[in-house]
């Protein structure tokens, strides 16, 4: 993946995306980035998991990207004194030059120094964020990574299915499954038939919810006991 072929875009709800012009994706939906992801991964995810009523939580996000995710759940960890234990995968990693670049929403511009705390951490190491959130960046595939802990919560945020097919098969469910703790959260974006049918093959409990801006519906899966 080259440079110049990602490009920084604004997005409806004001904040800011990468566009791959060689995948021809975005690395959030065009109808909101940040819309997207506090819908997607922290009210149908993080929230669900903290309303169980877990102190502890480790989670694995595939796909970094921007790090807007990372740092949604960071605000999170700080805010309520949760303590969180993150992982996230990303293959190709934004260069220095377009992460610096990258805008906050005004909403979170404060956090800006956390922000560039998370792109600046060293890759293949678990580093503290904060007093309360670890933080690890795997520089790695997920077909290739093999995890040394259970997680709570997957946020899964590859590219879609046209455009990553190989991320979103029955194989690839079931890594995730056997990844998991029992009564593990997934959520994501898509809700494609081939995911939904590869999801419930691999043992989830799939379940259809409303979708954020642009998306009708979008899947939260659970690991059953």
Not at 181 to 190: A, E, M, Q, R, W
Request: proline share 5%.
């Amino acid at each position: 993946m080259s440079e110049s072929s990602l490009k920084i875009v604004s997005t409806k709800d004001g904040s800011q995306t990468i566009l791959n012009e060689e995948l021809g994706s975005t690395y959030h939906s065009r109808h909101g980035a940040l819309t997207e992801s506090q819908h997607v991964f922290i009210a149908k995810g993080l929230e669900k998991v903290i309303e169980s009523g877990m102190t502890e939580i480790t989670i694995l996000e595939m796909g970094f990207g921007t790090g807007l995710n990372t740092l949604l759940t960071a605000i999170i960890s700080v805010e309520r004194n949760i303590r969180i234990n993150y992982h996230t995968l990303e293959l190709f990693p934004l260069p220095e030059s377009i992460w610096m670049e990258y805008q906050l929403p005004d909403e979170l511009a404060e956090n800006r120094g956390l922000f560039d705390s998370i792109h600046g951490a060293d890759w293949n190491k678990d580093v503290f964020i904060s007093s309360n959130f670890s933080f690890a960046k795997h520089h790695i595939s997920l077909l290739d990574f093999e995890p040394s802990v259970k997680f709570d919560l997957v946020y899964y945020d590859a590219f879609e299915p046209e455009t990553q097919p190989e991320l979103w098969t029955q194989d690839v469910f079931e890594k995730l499954f056997s990844w998991m703790n029992p009564k593990g959260v997934l959520t994501t974006y898509c809700c494609k038939g081939y995911a939904r049918r590869n999801m419930l093959g691999a043992g989830f409990e799939v379940t259809k919810v409303p979708g954020p801006p642009g998306k009708r519906e979008m899947i939260v899966a659970n690991r059953p006991l």
